[in-house]
């Protein structure tokens, strides 16, 4: 089999396996109730397993870097997959509380190195339209997920663990197939013929570079907008406008598959229209978007206003991580890309947080203010990226330009 054959296959296995991580993270929700009911614990226990998968992510992204340097990344890649396999099974197979918790841990260790790993092969290796697809096929498993879950569980009757397993067991056999199919998998495009074996900076280095730290902060404030929306729009329409709750779970489901079609769909064009000009549209969308969420009149301006939202998102987190190595280089591109999603992460777990103590302490309508700010720093803090990587700009990078603006 042709390399290029053999890695475009590895690479579609790769986008099933996204797609099952997603559904993964998207069962958590509906399948709570079930977990909570076999281990006769409280609601306050979800804390602790969201917030230890959430901690592996974040230590695994924040490492990403020096492991890729010290396994190489195909070994890294699949390394991430098995973990996640494992930690899958271990959730259908706990006997215990205990060993739920450790399974999440083990199953975000993997899930992140995955998502960190197979990120920066496709950013070295192919284009920006290429890193919207695997990020936007995430999407399908979050929308998948809760439909998985209670089909199998309340429709047929299965244990919720059988959901689990047959997710882990899934994961197992792709790894098996993925272990030949990604025996080209290198940092180093492959059109660069006769180049010298890259030697990966250090995690000291790449934080030397001051775009990398402007660019964290991007990440910080997207991932926060993004989780704050999904999260707390079901309570501001519900719980602070009085709408019934099956029209806003139609439009939570709406603005989620908005988040798809922006990855997918915007995604599949930002090779024609630029990475920059595409950011920046959509950063703009998200003003505009979280501004009819605030400024509520009309439902049906606001529920317009969510969708846009989500369209306007879903494009920007893959885009922003294409970029990854015109604006730092190869040799920085596996410490960049990991701490872009650890950035991500991290700010998916603060901001939220404070948008939630927020509503608590003002009023629920504090939410959509908050969305609104978050979005006006979003677009600053990219414009302000844009213009000092220009006066930074070196050698280092692979191209001259950062994009056409």
Not at 174 to 180: E, G, R, V
Not at 349 to 373: D, F, N, T, W, Y
Request: glycine content about 14%; hydrophobic content about 50%; some cysteine.
């Amino acid at each position: 089999m042709r390399q290029s054959t053999r890695s475009e296959i590895g690479l579609l296995i790769g986008h099933v396996i996204q797609i099952l991580l997603g559904i993964q993270v998207g069962m958590i929700g509906v399948g709570w109730p079930y977990i909570q009911k076999s281990f006769g614990l409280g609601f306050e226990s979800l804390g602790l397993l969201v917030g230890g998968g959430m901690l592996a992510r974040l230590f695994s992204s924040f490492a990403s870097g020096r492991l890729i340097g010290q396994l190489g990344l195909r070994k890294f890649i699949l390394g991430g997959v098995m973990l996640f396999g494992i930690g899958s099974l271990g959730y259908g197979l706990a006997p215990s509380w205990a060993v739920l918790l450790l399974s999440a841990f083990i199953a975000g260790l993997g899930d992140s190195a995955f998502g960190s790993g197979l990120s920066t092969y496709v950013v070295s290796n192919y284009n920006a339209r290429r890193l919207n697809w695997l990020q936007g096929v995430f999407g399908l498993g979050l929308m998948i997920g809760p439909q998985l879950i209670t089909w199998l569980v309340r429709d047929l009757g299965h244990p919720w663990q059988f959901v689990y397993l047959l997710v882990g067991a899934a994961i197992c056999v792709l790894w098996l197939l993925l272990i030949p199919l990604s025996a080209d998998w290198q940092l180093i495009p492959h059109h660069v013929e006769g180049q010298a074996p890259l030697r990966p900076a250090s995690v000291r280095q790449t934080l030397k570079l001051r775009l990398l730290w402007l660019c964290l902060a991007v990440f910080f404030v997207y991932g926060g907008a993004e989780v704050a929306t999904g999260q707390f729009v079901n309570a501001l329409y519900t719980d602070g406008r009085g709408i019934d709750p099956r029209t806003v779970s139609t439009w939570i489901t709406l603005f989620w598959l908005g988040f798809t079609v922006g990855r997918l769909g915007l995604g599949s064009i930002v090779d024609r229209i630029g990475k920059t000009r595409l950011i920046r549209f959509s950063t703009v969308g998200i003003i505009l978007g979280s501004l009819m969420i605030w400024l509520y009149r009309d439902p049906n301006l606001s529920y317009l206003g969510l969708l846009l939202t989500g369209l306007s998102l879903g494009p920007i987190f893959p885009t922003l991580t294409a970029q990854s190595g015109e604006r730092f280089g190869l040799a920085h591109m596996a410490n960049a890309v990991g701490f872009q999603m650890g950035a991500g992460a991290l700010g998916a777990a603060v901001l939220p947080s404070i948008a939630g103590s927020l509503a608590v302490q003002l009023s629920i309508e504090a939410i959509p203010i908050m969305l609104v700010i978050q979005a006006i720093v979003l677009l600053a803090l990219h414009e302000y990226m844009l213009v000092y990587g220009k006066r930074e700009a070196s050698p280092r990078v692979l191209s001259p330009k950062l994009d056409q603006v």
